[in-house]
């Protein structure tokens, strides 16, 4: 017998699509206090709000992972399907994101963001930008690193699809250790030195990792794979906990990851200020620290019993076009809310958040409108 889930509405699922998405928009909210690098009270307001919700992009790749299981077309009608539905968004925003970039900050508002360098906005650097999007995002694009990403998880779930329609629960939870050890790998790769690790010719890689090789021993159980094969193992064998049992994991693993991620986002601060390389260690989406967290919140709203809603299932529709609108006009917010001196820190980050959510989604819905336009939100 074919082990797969049956392809089913979960109202859960777009309850939670929609708060992950809006995490998305807070945590870019956070961007120009966080970009301060100067230890104030500011910065640290933005680097509590970013690590609460440094779980939002992988729980989105989750929800691939239940929406997509299981895969029951060959590849060419999967990947026609999949992947041509976000490579035009995927080319329309990489030149429309600098184009609404470069308006806006030489005929729009002065930006006192610490993240803006009016440099980068010249004509040329622009076309510079959208020229170079062939080869991967740039500060305008910031979000597109996901749709890149997506594509490349888009090509290989058809291949595990055929995996897990005879894999064993066993054999998926094998799977998931081995993914579970990649999630330690940046934390090793920190401590490495310390025990006298000293690299091979520059590069500081281990088990296999070099100059020559990118692809070490775990290479192949790690990244975001992992995400939606937990997600697809986890709707397959719900756990059978009562709300007090999942209450008591969730908010355990959910504090243990957050201590993690915000105490020591802090401490690489205070001794590598402002070394983005070492501060997104442990902001690192695929690391244990953030997996905790994520598998927090996705067990806390699998047990909620949520009755179908059109309403929620529109919203959820549109996180999509949420997601691709929401960077510059997060820019535009943040220019808005930055000086006003009277609004506490918490106050100004979630006004922006909470005002770009809602514009971007005002925008979606109104694209969704033509046929033309639909094609680059959805």
């Known amino acids: 017998m074919k082990n ?10 777009d309850v939670l699509r929609i708060v992950a998405c809006f995490m998305v928009v807070l945590c870019h909210a956070c961007d120009a206090f966080v970009g301060t690098f100067d230890g104030s009270y500011i910065f640290v307001t933005g680097v509590f709000w970013g690590s609460t919700v440094r779980a939002c992009v992988p729980l989105f790749a989750m929800m691939s992972g239940i929406l997509l299981f299981p895969v029951t077309t060959d590849l060419s009608t999967f990947y026609k399907k999949r992947i ?14 600098p184009i609404a970039f470069y308006l806006y900050l030489n005929f729009g508002k002065e930006s006192n963001s610490a ?10 650097a622009i076309l510079s930008k959208i020229g170079t999007s062939i080869f991967n995002f740039n500060y305008d694009t910031t979000p597109l690193w996901y749709i890149y990403m997506l594509v490349g998880l888009y090509l290989i779930i058809p291949i595990f699809g055929v995996w897990l329609n005879s894999a064993t629960k066993k054999d998926i939870q094998i799977f998931l250790s081995f993914w579970g050890v990649s999630l330690f790998i940046p934390y090793i790769k920190i401590l490495a030195p310390l025990a006298g690790y000293s690299g091979n010719w520059g590069s500081m890689g281990i088990w ?27 709707v397959k064998y719900p756990l059978q ?62 047990k ?12 959820s529709g549109a996180t999509f076009g949420i997601f691709l609108v929401h960077f510059v006009l997060v820019q535009m917010a943040t220019d808005v809310f930055l000086d006003l001196s009277f609004l506490p820190t918490t106050a100004k980050i979630w006004s922006i958040a ?25």
């Open 304 to 315: 909620i019993k949520i009755q179908p809603s059109a309403f929620i299932k529109k919203v």
């Open 84 to 97: 041509g539905r976000i490579v035009i968004p995927l080319v329309f925003w990489s030149i429309a994101l």
């Open 115 to 124: 993240l803006i360098d009016m440099e980068n906005y010249s004509l040329q």
């Open 208 to 234: 296999g990792v070099c100059n020559w090789n990118e692809f070490g021993t775990f290479y192949y159980f790690s990244g975001f794979l992992g995400y939606i094969i937990l997600a697809y193992y986890l």
């Open 4 to 13: 797969s889930i049956t392809r089913e509405y979960l109202p859960w699922v």
């Open 354 to 378: 909470i005002l770009s959510f809602l514009v971007s989604y005002c925008i979606t819905r109104a694209m969704e409108y033509s046929r033309f336009t639909s094609r680059f939100v959805k």
């Open 241 to 302: 906990w009562t709300w007090a049992k999942t209450w008591t994991v969730a908010g355990s693993c959910f504090a243990i990851g957050f201590a993690i991620t915000f105490f020591s986002f802090l401490t690489i601060q205070k001794y590598f200020p402002a070394d983005v390389a070492n501060l997104e260690q442990v902001w690192y989406f695929c690391n244990i620290n953030v997996a905790l967290m994520t598998f927090a919140i996705f067990i806390i709203f699998q």
